[in-house]
């Protein structure tokens, strides 16, 4: 009782300096729509780089991703983060700069759906109605994910009511969401990325110890048939009810199965997603400079092998230590979680714990927001009332948030969710979405409006009907959703964009010198001017 105190103190002192960040920057961030939806363009390298990686991770990093590997091996889990460190390299590379000062030149836009309807001149405001309806279905699924993630760790923890605890977690996300705005989010995600490094780490070290040494361990887990192979997986045996069976206190395994290239491609299809990840997208929009990306992203990528290879370690290190703990890869989720209780001194295992929390904490904060001022701004004052003030946008922003949260909670009610398959239906669905399209958007100036909408409804549909019609069918069709949406939601900007008329002079001009700005007062006159002009010639 008394380790479950320091645990829980640890935990609140954690919970205090989030709200504190949140109330801090709140009057600032309230001060108008730009600062509360991207922190007024002013956000540093270390706060972005952070940022950005600590809300994409979200609970899979320290829960989903040792689950996979604790169950089934090292194939699954490596060959996933092979393809997030590479998509995260080449998001950086690729895409962040272009996007910071294609957003500028664009008319300014401060959301995402706003930079692709200004990109292609769309006064209309379609591209980004359904590109903010996209995000508000598959961000509701990803918020659910991360109150999963709150709910198994108290519930874990400490035997609490799992939908009790969910709905705790859920509501101080909401709050310090709801205040404080962008700023805080970054903030925050600074602080939870700082500490989720650190969680890694540690664990990962005792666990090592405890089990021996990494001899010792790996001696053990060579022992199950395919467990540390690259182009095999484990295959544990089930009973009648989904449970692994144990004899003599060991897990029992069949014959290992073979994991091919078509398995590698689909894993490796993860990387992809970076492309179309809000969440990552926004943080490129908000950086302070252009100039200030390249030092951002040697921080990002650095924090992303690391705390990758850390969780696959701590999932396949977590079999040799308890090797009968968890019976299912829902239940083994929580891997890190046990680890950490029976390694670390109470007081350091609640601060190591609230790196989950700051998994998840960091991640829905970031969909709450993007959610809201996808509404808000793209649909609220895009469409639906053009003269909106600052101050009634975000009322609206909020009460989307309020709606999300609930959803969320609603999503999480199953305790027996699995966070690594409830993530990876929501990333297939943005990333199908707007990765292809943002691309385009950046580097071909022949895509137009009508190419853009084709894609993101071509990418959502495939995302839906592949992950529940055509990929029960098992064997090729079997492949992650992702790769086969991507695929087809390029193929639609390509195609219609080529059969119908091309984009204005005026968009093809804009995508000609968007990258000659590389200075904010520059990039907005520039826009102003060809904003003005292209008034003048509608007269």
Same mark, same amino acid.
């Given at each position: ?50 940022? /950005? ?19 089934? !091996? ?21 895409? /962040? ?31 980004? *109605?359904? +590109? ?23 519930? *874990? ?22 205040? !404080? ?176 929390? /700051? ?29 909106? *003030? ?98 087809? +939601? ?50």
């Amino acid at each position: 009782m008394n380790g479950d105190f320091w645990v829980l103190f640890a935990m609140l002192i954690y919970f205090i300096v989030v709200l504190t960040i949140g109330f801090v920057y709140a009057k600032r961030s309230n001060s108008s729509a730009s600062e509360y939806f991207l922190g007024g363009r002013k956000v540093g390298p270390w706060l972005t780089a952070l940022s /950005a990686e600590a809300s994409d991770m979200s609970g899979y990093l320290l829960m989903g991703l040792p689950g996979v590997a604790y169950f089934t !091996g090292a194939s699954d889990a490596g060959w996933t983060a092979i393809g997030l460190a590479i998509g995260t390299y080449l998001n950086w590379r690729f895409v /962040a700069k272009r996007l910071r000062m294609y957003s500028v030149v664009a008319g300014d836009a401060i959301t995402l759906p706003g930079f692709y309807s200004k990109r292609f001149h769309d006064d209309k405001n379609i591209i980004a *109605t359904i +590109a903010a309806l996209i995000i508000l279905v598959f961000f509701c699924v990803y918020v659910g994910s991360c109150f999963v993630t709150c709910g198994k760790l108290f519930n *874990t923890l400490f035997g609490l009511d799992y939908a009790t605890m969910m709905v705790l977690g859920a509501i101080i996300v909401f709050l310090y969401t709801l205040v !404080g705005g962008y700023l805080s989010v970054v903030a925050t995600d600074f602080v939870q990325g700082c500490l989720m490094f650190f969680a890694l780490a540690v664990v990962l070290i005792g666990s090592i110890t405890a089990a021996g040494g990494i001899d010792n361990t790996v001696a053990f887990l060579q022992s199950i048939p395919g467990f540390l192979s690259g182009t095999q997986i484990a295959v544990p045996v089930l009973d009648d009810a989904g449970a692994q069976m144990t004899e003599n206190d060991m897990p029992v395994f069949g014959d290992a199965a073979e994991y091919g290239l078509l398995s590698i491609v689909s894993m490796m299809a993860w990387g992809l997603g970076y492309f179309g990840m809000p969440q990552v997208l926004v943080r490129f929009m908000g950086i302070r400079t252009a100039q200030e990306v390249t030092q951002s992203r040697r921080i990002a990528v650095v924090w992303v092998f690391i705390s990758l290879f850390c969780a696959i370690c701590i999932g396949l290190v977590g079999r040799a230590l308890v090797p009968v703990e968890f019976g299912t890869q829902s239940a083994a989720e929580n891997i890190f979680i046990v680890l950490s209780q029976m390694l670390l001194p109470s007081f350091v295992c609640g601060v190591v714990v609230s790196g989950i929390l /700051a998994a998840s904490m960091s991640s829905s904060s970031s969909y709450l927001l993007i959610t809201g001022s996808s509404v808000a701004e793209n649909i609220f004052r895009g469409v639906l009332k053009r003269d909106a *003030t600052d101050r009634q946008v975000m009322i609206v922003a909020r009460i989307t948030l309020i709606v999300v949260f609930l959803l969320g909670i609603l999503i999480a009610a199953d305790e027996n969710s699995s966070i690594f398959m409830v993530v990876s239906y929501a990333w297939a669905g943005l990333g199908a979405s707007f990765g292809p399209l943002t691309l385009c958007a950046l580097y071909w100036r022949r895509t137009n409006m009508q190419g853009a909408i084709a894609g993101m409804v071509v990418g959502t549909a495939t995302v839906l009907i592949w992950h529940n019609f055509i990929k029960p069918l098992g064997g090729v069709f079997g492949i992650y959703e992702l790769l086969p949406a991507f695929l087809l +939601a390029l193929a639609a900007i390509v195609v219609v964009s080529k059969l119908t008329p091309p984009p204005s002079e005026a968009v093809m001009y804009e995508f000609d010198h968007y990258m000659d700005h590389e200075n904010d007062e520059d990039a907005l006159q520039f826009s102003a001017e060809r904003a003005a002009q292209r008034l003048g010639q509608m007269e």
